[in-house]
């Protein structure tokens, strides 16, 4: 009876199904294939016109049952040479919870088209918490596809970054949480780049798209970070849809266009590490956590990250708890973990992205002062003050920007 | 076929038995035909639905409602037509790049070494050899092989056969040799089994009857084997022009050397619009399906299938 539930989302409905009911073989085998058929038409019309049902919240069988499970991204975890996950072992010594923590998210689309379908349903996705990027949390957030959180149970909470308020979607924090901050900026090779053009580090966009590295850039397949980023090199201000317009923003696909045309300029996903380490790429648009993780393996500061000066891209994944999840007092005990300083500490220090609690940077301290004066981990006021977030997209404009870079991507 | 075979064939004394025997030929098609009706026929009738859908009202995205959008092909041919003729582009040419490579080796193999069946063997086990590695390992091993730091790189740059700036990571020609390596094997056992049956006493004949060597190639051999090149030009052409790992910047393409699958792929997953995903994948089979009937009408080996 207590066999761990199989990865498949789909599986694991059926295998939960059947125990729920206990029935007889020939019951169950009658549901099962009554299942099968709800499923084959689930699958024939891609989520159907749902959306507009409103959602109920799984039953929480957190007191039972001392597991949670967590679906987060690579690279993303405290891990010792052994491949253990310190802070999370420690998690469960102190409360008793295991931890299933699993690496799924590759990027935020193909998570998404991979869950899509049981967070319509309102069904198990085969996680308890999640942490995808704001802006496909604000999209879950605003289909009710996850639960509200009982902030009794995450008393850590005041800790939160009071920058995190206030967004659109959920101004007071009651769905999500940031697990960590990033920002996108430039990557670049420090040997190769100043062999190839003489200077010494890129300072601008400007000096990503040269010439002299024409078939060596490379970009983020993360729309927001790649013409996030050339947005602000024209001058628009991200969060203003004053400035951030259509017009604007085509106009930045268009000139980015010419740039891939020109420089054959590689667009990837979270795979770009491997073109750093074989030399395919010279420079990149990237994320501030990855340089020290792609450091650490070259052994030697090989890779620099730098801010261009008209401003870096900020976003954050985000905890949030999928309405099938059946183990939400479980995920708010881990919410609440890694919003304690020293924890939150702990990780940043292996992870290297920014960490979004207050007091972390005082808890670094003890452990390394060099780790809490990196400005990349916890940025002062004036290194924010050239971080810039995304104003949230109207679904119609969603779907002709993605459009729109997705021509970029097939180079049309 | 094998249905009017087995009602006309029978006739036995029992008791009405074309009828009887007709209904056992049914009984004994049931697995076979309701395979082809639930793994072929269901996902083609719900991709055509799905390629005619249209947008949901609500805007939301990823979600459409039924309907009869001829527009969804439209859409796509304009958009995406660049990426059609590229696909078969690049099919066309790895097709022959395959079939050039392909036609000495499994000559020499089935025609050459026939009095020595070991190292015969030994040659087709070697052609077989790199599916025991996964397909996309081996593609990627190109990757590396060819990244821009590496030796066969730093080789054309200090022969100068290379300008400085030229690299071949990403580019047309780093994908059509990634899709002639992976389906050379497709087209050489083919072309192996017809050389391997090739009479050589014609080819005395034909030598005797005072025929150039080239002659005897173009008149008796290449028609002779005619079966095994349209077999194996299939096999290349029809999953080289749907493959997408190839091109896909993860592996050798680049920004521009996207192809069909490569759209439909991006499509499906990260845009989310499915019918113009639907409306290319039924595009692609059409087109592969006219080509291929005017091939092997032209080849005039109708029988082959």
């Known amino acids: 009876m207590n066999k761990p539930l199989p990865e498949d989302p789909m599986m694991r409905q059926l295998v939960q199904m059947s125990r729920r009911h206990q029935m007889t073989r020939r019951a169950a085998l009658a549901g099962a294939g009554a299942t099968a058929a709800a499923l084959a038409l689930t699958a024939c019309s891609p989520a159907g016109s749902k959306g507009q049902k409103q959602l109920t919240p799984a039953k929480d069988v957190s007191a039972t049952e001392k597991t949670v499970i967590w679906h987060n991204w690579d690279l993303y975890m405290d891990e010792d040479a052994k491949g253990n996950h310190p802070t999370l072992d420690r998690f469960t010594k102190e409360t008793g919870i295991s931890v299933e923590y699993k690496i799924e998210i590759d990027d935020n689309d193909s998570y998404f088209g991979k869950v899509k379908d049981q967070l319509a349903l309102g069904a198990d996705i085969g996680a308890d918490v999640a942490c995808p990027t704001e802006w496909m949390v604000a999209r879950w957030v605003n289909n009710g596809y996850v639960q509200k959180f009982n902030d009794a149970n995450i008393p850590n909470k005041k800790n939160l970054q009071p920058a995190y308020l206030g967004a659109e979607f959920d101004p007071k924090r009651e769905y999500s949480m940031p697990y960590q901050g990033i920002l996108g900026g430039i990557t670049y090779n420090k040997e190769a780049y100043k062999k190839l053009t003489g200077k010494d580090a890129p300072t601008s966009l400007a000096d990503l798209f040269v010439p002299e590295l024409k078939g060596r850039i490379g970009v983020l397949k993360e729309m927001r970070d790649t013409i996030g980023l050339i947005l602000l090199s024209q001058g628009i201000t991200l969060s203003d849809p004053k400035s951030l317009t259509s017009d604007a923003f085509m106009n930045a696909i268009d000139y980015f266009k010419g740039k891939v045309a020109d420089l054959n300029i590689k667009i990837k996903g979270q795979g770009y590490s491997v073109d750093f380490e074989n030399g395919d790429t010279v420079a990149a648009i990237a994320w501030s956590g990855d340089t020290v993780q792609m450091n650490l393996s070259a052994g030697r500061e090989k890779y620099g990250f730098v801010i261009p000066d008209s401003g870096a891209t900020i976003t954050a994944d985000e905890f949030v708890i999928p309405m099938g999840a059946t183990h939400k007092a479980n995920a708010e005990a881990l919410i609440n973990f890694y919003y304690d300083p020293k924890n939150a500490a702990e990780l940043a220090a292996w992870v290297n992205y920014v960490t979004p609690v207050v007091g972390a940077q005082e808890e670094a301290m003890k452990i390394d002062p060099k780790l809490a004066s990196n400005q990349l981990i916890f940025p002062s006021a004036e290194f924010l003050a050239n971080t810039h977030a995304w104003r949230s997209l109207t679904p119609s404009e969603e779907q002709t920007f993605t459009k729109a870079w997705q021509s970029v991507q097939v180079g049309a | ?305």
């Open chain 2, 1 to 305: 076929m094998a249905f009017a075979a087995f009602g006309s064939g029978g006739g036995g004394k029992h008791s009405s038995p074309t009828k009887s025997n007709g209904k056992v030929a049914l009984f004994l098609l049931i697995p076979g035909l309701s395979y082809l009706g639930l793994f072929f026929l269901t996902p083609l009738i719900s991709l055509v639905v799905t390629s005619l859908e249209a947008p949901d009202p609500s805007g939301a995205i990823g979600v459409y409602q039924y309907g009869f959008e001829i527009n969804n092909y439209v859409y796509a041919i304009q958009t995406f037509w660049p990426h059609i003729a590229r696909s078969f582009t690049y099919a066309l040419i790895a097709t022959v790049c395959a079939l050039l490579i392909s036609y000495p080796l499994a000559y020499f193999i089935g025609v050459r070494l026939r009095t020595r069946p070991l190292l015969q063997g030994l040659l087709l086990t070697l052609v077989i050899a790199p599916f025991f590695i996964s397909f996309l390992l081996r593609t990627f091993a190109w990757r590396q092989i060819f990244s821009s730091d590496g030796v066969v790189m730093q080789f054309l740059h200090a022969t100068h056969i290379l300008a400085p700036d030229q690299y071949i990571a990403g580019t047309d020609f780093m994908v059509i040799f990634g899709l002639t390596y992976n389906f050379i094997p497709f087209m050489t056992l083919p072309l192996y089994t017809t050389l391997e049956r090739l009479d050589l006493r014609l080819l005395e004949a034909s030598s005797d009857l005072y025929a150039s060597p080239a002659t005897t190639f173009r008149k008796v051999t290449l028609p002779i084997t005619m079966p095994g090149i349209i077999s194996g030009t299939l096999l290349t052409f029809i999953p080289i022009a749907g493959d997408f790992v190839n091109a896909s910047p993860e592996f050798l393409g680049g920004a521009k050397t996207a192809m069909i699958g490569n759209v439909v792929q991006s499509s499906f997953l990260e845009t989310m619009d499915y019918p113009t995903a639907s409306a290319l994948s039924v595009m692609l089979m059409a087109v592969i399906l006219v080509l291929v009937s005017v091939y092997v009408k032209k080849s005039g080996t109708e029988d082959l299938l």
